[in-house]
Structure formats: C-alpha cells, structure tokens
C-alpha cells in the first residue's frame, strides 16, 4: 500500500525525491519543445498542449508535495495545464492564436510565480524569482516580436524560424520550471538531512 508523501509518516527525502523527479521530466519536455519545428503545423499545436499538459501535472504535484506556497505552486501548474488544454481542444493552425495563448500563459504565469516569491524562503525565492522573471521575459519577447512577425508571416507564412523560435520559448520555459522543482527538492533533502542529525 502506498502512503501520502503529503502525510507527516512520509519523510522529507521522499517529498525530495518525487519533486526532483518531476523536475527532471519537466526539463525533458524541455528538449522535446526543442524538437516542435519538426512537427507539422496542425500537429505541432497537439503536441504543444499534451507538453503543456504533462508539465502542468508534474508542477500540480511536486506543488502539492510543497511545504511553503504549496496553493500558489499548484496554481502555477494549473495554469500551464489550462494552457494545454486550450491547444489541445481547440488547435490552431494559425500562427497569432498560438502566440497570444503562450503569451497569456507566460504573463499569468509570470504574476502567480512573482507573489510566490514573495511568500518564499531561502534559495528557492531565488529560483522562483528568475522563473517569474523569464516567463515575463519570454512574454515580452514574444509581445515585441509580435508586429515583427506580422509583417513576415504576411509576406512569407510562418517560417521555420518563426517556429523554431516559439519552440525555444517552451524549452526555456520549461528548463527553468525543471531547475525551480531541483532546487526545492534538493532543500527537502537538506532538510531531512538537518532532522536526521
């Protein structure tokens, strides 16, 4: 029978392991977002959703095993699943609904993770920090790259650069989020390390 890593008869390093786990996958996702420009269009946005998806699950869960913030970093991956699910039942061939969901995600995203930080301790308000901050970042570049990709994909289509940059967008996205989930999991394991003692 399975126990609750949630329940106070789990240990620390468990909580650890599981997070850390989820991390890693996560950055996984990130190499297989790297790979989207090779995905046909229509197909390319399903694959996408499921990413987003399976990223938004794993941050749910190494959220709910979360001493600190634990609503906030659920909801973070909440989003990211909502976001998945907007590619998946609704998929777009077009390049501007693509861009202004991802937008959206990233900004939202973005807000949910900075009040996280807010409410952190320790190193992992750092790494929270700079998630937030490359969300936004990753927001704005879309946003300022926006008008100039109007004027390309109205002269040429979307072009495999077009692609391959917004499947980049993803895997810093999700290099980052992987990095935070290592982060915290390696301060459960310092902190089981600490009760041990």
Do not use: K
């Amino acid at each position: 029978m399975m126990t609750d890593p949630t329940q106070p008869s789990s240990t620390s390093a468990a909580r650890a392991r599981l997070i850390g786990a989820g991390g890693w996958l996560i950055i996984l996702l990130a190499a297989g977002a790297a790979l989207l420009p090779v995905v046909d269009r229509p197909s390319g946005s399903l694959v996408a959703g499921a990413m987003l998806i399976v990223a938004g699950l794993i941050e749910i869960y190494a959220g709910r095993l979360r001493h600190e913030v634990r609503t906030l970093a659920m909801l973070a991956g909440a989003v990211t699943t909502l976001a998945g699910l907007l590619f998946v039942f609704n998929p777009v061939a077009h390049f501007f609904p693509t861009v202004t969901i991802v937008i959206g995600w990233l900004l939202v995203r973005s807000v949910i993770l900075l009040i996280t930080s807010l409410r952190a301790h320790g190193s992992v308000r750092m790494w929270i920090s700079l998630s937030a901050a490359m969300d936004f970042f990753l927001a704005a570049v879309l946003l300022v790259g926006l008008s100039i990709s109007t004027l390309v994909i109205a002269l040429f289509g979307p072009t495999p650069t077009l692609v391959a940059s917004f499947a980049w967008v993803f895997a810093l996205s999700f290099v980052v989020t992987g990095t935070l989930l290592l982060e915290v999991a390696s301060c459960e394991r310092e902190s089981a390390d600490t009760s041990a003692d």
